[in-house]
Each structure stands twice: as structure tokens, then as C-alpha cells.
């Protein structure tokens, strides 16, 4: 079974703070996401990233895929309380397999 | 409005007693999905469909069956639920499979087996 394994599993920081959540497996993928996901809702895409190396901006996120396409990592700059949720990576093959699969998560609190 | 939708939202059945969770997407896309949520363990892929008619295991498939007879459709049956199976759902869907494409998620159902 392949594996996407997320760390920290929980953080909780206070506001104004940097932070980064890592998502790393031994797989390859075609593309990985990142998503945010709010209590009792469904998860929501943030990021798509498809080539090795590609680096991604949203705002205050950063968001980088490794060179071997096996890692990724999600930067916030400046944590503010409304960054506060669940954030999954997840990722997906385009052959041989169609599976698609979620890290385990990291949960951020952001203090005010 | 683009959305997937789930039914039902909420659901307590007794071991053993069949039943069939609802989705469907109205974005005519290729691909979707089941997931189960649970603490400590993340979303794990159940199923997933690539089109009509064709259908593959995720992770977590046993217990569980599925059927995608129109596109739009995709319902996940449990025939014998047991309480492991106790769990949040979620059915998503995109436009192709392979993670180019956002998966747009149902609002989630939250089943308790007893």
C-alpha cells in the first residue's frame, strides 16, 4: 500500500508565526494536492502541483514539490486564526493505476 | 451551482441490515470516488470509478460495493454492515482521474452501525 505520511500531525502556533507541514512518501507521483478541510465540510483544493521542482503561491502559502516528485511541503507565512483547519495532501497517478490517496493530515491551530 | 451531493447526511443501522449511500455530481465528470474518514488515519479511497460501467478498488474496498450505471451517479453499498465500518463518507468527483484536476467532495455522510 502506497503511503503519504504528513507531519507534524498537530500544530498550534501563535499568530504572526511562520510554520511549514511536510508530505512525503516513496512513491511517485503524477501530481499532488493540497487541500483544507473545515469541520464538517468535505476537504477544498488549495493547490495543484504537477512537475518536479514547482513551486506555488497562494497569497501567504507556498507550496513546493519535490525535484523527484515523491515530496511535498505547504509554507504559511504570517499564520492568521482564519488558517486555522485541517490540511491534507493527496496524490494521484494518470497510469498504471488511477488510485488517489490522502495524507494523514495536520491539524493547525492559530492563536490570536 | 456545481456541486456533488450526498444522501443521507446522517445514518444509525443495526449490524447486517443492507443499505446504499447516494451520490451524485452534476459537472459531468469522469472520475469519482469514495473515501472514509476516520481519526488518525486520514481519507482512505474505497472505490473509484473511471466512467460508466468501470469501476477499481481503492484501499479499503472490502465491505463495500459500488455500481456506476450513469455517469452522474456513483452509489457505495454496504450489504452487511458491521460496526468497523462505523465511519464518515465522502464521494468526490473530477474531471479525469490522475490529480490534474480538483475532486470536488459531497458534504459527507456519518454513519454509525451498532
Known amino acids: 500500500t502506497q503511503l503519504l505520511e504528513q507531519s507534524p500531525q498537530f500544530l498550534s502556533i501563535q499568530e504572526g508565526e511562520n510554520l511549514t507541514v511536510y508530505c512525503n512518501s516513496s512513491?511517485?507521483?503524477?501530481?499532488l494536492q493540497w487541500y483544507r478541510q473545515e469541520p464538517g465540510e468535505g476537504p477544498v483544493l488549495l493547490v495543484t502541483v504537477v512537475t518536479g521542482g514547482e513551486v506555488k503561491k497562494l497569497k501567504r502559502l507556498t507550496f513546493q514539490f519535490g525535484d523527484a516528485r515523491k515530496d511535498s511541503s505547504l509554507h504559511i507565512t504570517a499564520a492568521q486564526p482564519g488558517d486555522t483547519g485541517l490540511y491534507l495532501c493527496a496524490g494521484g497517478w494518470a497510469s498504471g493505476t488511477y488510485k488517489y490517496i490522502f495524507g494523514t493530515g495536520t491539524r493547525l491551530k492559530v492563536l490570536a | 451551482e456545481a456541486q456533488v451531493t450526498q444522501n443521507p447526511r446522517y445514518l444509525i443501522t443495526v449490524t447486517g441490515k443492507k443499505l446504499t449511500v447516494t451520490c451524485s455530481q452534476n459537472m459531468n465528470h469522469e472520475y469519482m470516488s469514495w473515501y472514509r474518514q476516520d481519526p488518525g488515519l486520514g481519507l482512505r479511497q474505497i472505490y473509484y470509478?473511471?466512467?460508466?460501467?468501470?469501476?477499481d478498488k481503492g484501499d479499503v474496498p472490502e465491505g463495500y460495493k459500488v455500481s456506476r450505471k450513469e455517469k452522474r451517479n456513483f452509489p457505495l453499498i454496504l450489504e452487511s454492515p458491521s460496526p468497523n465500518q462505523t465511519s464518515l463518507y465522502f464521494c468526490?468527483?473530477?474531471?479525469?482521474?490522475?490529480?490534474?484536476?480538483?475532486?470536488?467532495f459531497g458534504p459527507g455522510t456519518r454513519l454509525t452501525v451498532t
Open positions: 470509478s473511471m466512467n460508466v460501467e468501470v469501476t
Open positions: 468526490a468527483s473530477s474531471l479525469t482521474p490522475g490529480g490534474y484536476y480538483e475532486q470536488y
Open positions: 512513491s511517485v507521483f503524477s501530481s
